[in-house]
């Protein structure tokens, strides 16, 4: 009996939905533009695909010029399903593209330009760009699977070569989450780990571990901050000075619980599966870690500033204080006791806190930046809050604290007990 050619193989895998477009571009297609087209009037496929060409032209420059990049086969026929009824037209497009996903994008950007097709008024909506290599990759995985199947005995060669299509599998398993890279567990599982970068969140997989996501960067981005507040959250870091930094970071803005690091000098992406193991089962709570950044051997053993009781009340008042001024770009000034005393734009807030006298406290929509923190040194403030802090050089009689900062301190005063117990 005949084989059947690759394309027919992969075309009844996936199903017809996409089996065109795969057997005239299999080799060179790697996504799929969807949209939609409306027009107030009656119009053919040849009149939209003259108007994408036409109200495109000279758009984009000559690199992404649609005609070039058809001829060049970079852009795939323009296919285009439009019916008519009660004197309005409507139906779909799909373009396949061999261009990368940026390029992709802009492309099917520029497609929500067209406001014209023929004699009509029309809008195109861009729906979705599809990987049409995730086709591919699933008919390798259930081919694989089969053929796998066939096999009657396994040597130790073919056992190796499933090992690496098993790896294979796992390193493709990897997403995307908020533009994160991350392992296809991190939404749905009541736990997260927070690594540094996308080889460490692969090194993880690797050993099974699916919920691991990477902030890609020193600056925490805000989809971490916002996992971290619902989750369970360890922070698995590398073994160096950059893991410092960033666990710093990560414990002023983000709700941490755990810390785990690689050991001294070495990174995530670098630990063979044992010694991930072991880094994460010798994992310590949040406060030690913090204790230990500090460089004290005890666990937050330090006698605080004021009686517990009044630091809980102060930073409750402050957090109900900053939520409410959350989107308002205005400062509210208070005085010792947290009382308001003045409420300004933010913009008048340097000029107006070195005229007033006893101001206990700011709280402020903005930057809590290294300038303000200064002036409120000068005047003696106890607290200075905002949305977020950059500042170099702390002031040693002021409070710096952010609204994830006062999020994350009410956390550890109610649940500050030694580890184990």
């Known amino acids: 009996m005949e084989e059947k050619p690759l394309k027919e193989l992969i075309a009844e895998k996936i199903g017809q939905r996409e089996a065109s477009i795969m057997k005239e ?20 496929r040849p009149d939209v ?17 649609l005609r070039e990049l058809q001829k060049t086969s ?33 492309i099917a950007a520029a497609l929500e330009t067209i406001d014209r097709v023929g004699p009509c008024e029309a809008t195109i909506k861009a729906e979705r760009i599809e990987d049409v290599r995730d086709a591919k990759r ?20 073919t056992q190796e070569i499933s090992e690496q299509v098993k790896e294979f599998v796992r390193l493709e398993e990897i997403v995307t989450y908020e533009g994160l890279p991350a392992g296809p567990g991190v939404q749905e599982s009541d736990a997260i780990i927070i690594v540094e970068g996308r080889a460490d969140v692969l090194n993880l997989l690797r050993c099974g571990i699916r919920n691991a996501i990477a902030i890609e960067g020193t600056s925490v981005p805000q989809a971490v901050i916002e996992l971290s507040r619902n989750k369970t959250t360890t922070a698995f870091l590398d073994g160096d000075r950059g893991g410092d930094l960033i666990l710093k970071e990560l414990l002023q803005v983000a709700d941490i619980d755990f810390v785990a690091r690689a050991p001294p000098g070495e990174g995530v992406e670098e630990l063979t599966k044992k010694e991930i ?16 950044l500090k460089g004290r051997p005890e666990a937050l053993e330090v006698a605080p500033a004021a ?4 630091v809980e009340h102060d930073f409750s008042k402050l957090a109900s204080i900053v939520g409410r001024l959350r989107g308002t770009l205005r400062a509210c000034l208070l005085d010792e006791k947290l009382e308001k005393m003045d409420e300004v734009q933010v913009r008048d807030l340097k000029e107006r806190l070195p005229q007033m006298s006893s101001v206990g406290a700011v709280v402020f929509d903005g930057v809590v930046t290294q300038e303000l923190a200064d002036i409120a040194a000068e ?7 905002g949305m977020r802090a950059r500042v170099d050089r702390m002031p040693a009689n002021v409070r710096i604290l952010t609204i ?18």
């Open 25 to 44: 571009d299999i080799g060179t297609t790697k996504y799929l533009i969807h949209a939609k087209i409306e027009a107030n009037g009656v119009v053919e």
């Open 138 to 157: 699933k008919f390798i995985i259930d081919r694989a699977k089969e053929l796998l199947g066939q096999i009657e005995e396994i040597t130790p060669e």
């Open 379 to 385: 005047r003696g403030l106890k607290y200075l809050v």
């Open 49 to 65: 695909v003259g108007a994408i060409f036409g109200q495109t032209e000279g758009l984009l420059g000559d690199e992404l010029d």
């Open 74 to 106: 970079r852009i795939g026929r323009i296919k285009v399903d439009i019916s008519s009824s009660h004197g309005k037209s409507t139906g779909t497009i799909v373009i396949p593209s061999s261009l990368d996903r940026v390029e992709t994008s802009i």
């Open 404 to 421: 994830d900062e006062l999020h994350r301190q009410s956390r550890v005063r109610s649940h500050n007990k030694p580890y184990g117990r």
């Open 277 to 292: 193991v072991k880094a994460l089962r010798n994992k310590i709570p949040v406060d030690q870690a913090l204790a230990e």
């Open 307 to 310: 009686p517990e009781s009044r």
